[in-house]
C-alpha cells in the first residue's frame, strides 16, 4: 500500500496559562513562537495570526496544566466535526488538553472566500472534575481565521 505525505495539512499548538499581574489573573496564550497574550488588550498585542484550512482540515491542540474550556462563539454548525464547547482532559502527564478536532472540508461551501474571522475563548475551570469557571481568572478572547 502506498502512502502520501501531508505537508499542507497544519496542527496548531497553543500553551494555555495563567498572567497575574498583581492585581488580576487573566488567561494566559503562548503561540510555537514564544510570543503570548493576555489581559484586557490580548487583541491587540503582537502574536501571529491563527490560520485554519477547511480544506486541509487543520486543527488546533490547546494544553495547559490547569483545566478550561475552549468556545468559538458565532462558529457555524459543523465548522468542526467536534461539537462546541470544548472541555479539557487531564492526560497521564498531568496536562490539561483539547483538541479541536479536523475542521469539516463541507464547511467550506458556506465560507466567504476571504475568510472567516472568529473569536475563540478560553476560560480557566475551577477544578479538574467540575465544569464551573473559574471567577478569579478573566477569560482570553484572541481570534482565529477560518480559510476555505
Known sequence: ????????????????????????????????????????DAE??????LYLSVTDQ???VWSSSHPFWV???GSPTGLFFRPLPWKSVKGRDKLHRVHSGAMNPQASGFLPKAGLEL?????????DHGDEFDPDVTLLDPHIIIEP
Open 58 to 60: 487543520d486543527d488546533i
Open 1 to 40: 500500500m502506498a502512502s502520501k505525505k501531508i505537508s499542507d495539512r497544519v496542527t496548531h499548538q497553543l500553551t494555555i496559562g495563567v498572567r497575574d499581574n498583581g492585581k488580576q489573573k487573566f488567561v494566559e496564550c503562548t503561540y510555537p513562537d514564544g510570543s503570548s497574550i493576555a489581559g484586557p
Open 119 to 127: 473569536k475563540f475563548i478560553v476560560q480557566k475551570r475551577k477544578d
Open 44 to 49: 491587540n498585542q503582537p502574536h501571529p495570526g
Open 71 to 73: 468556545d468559538v462563539p
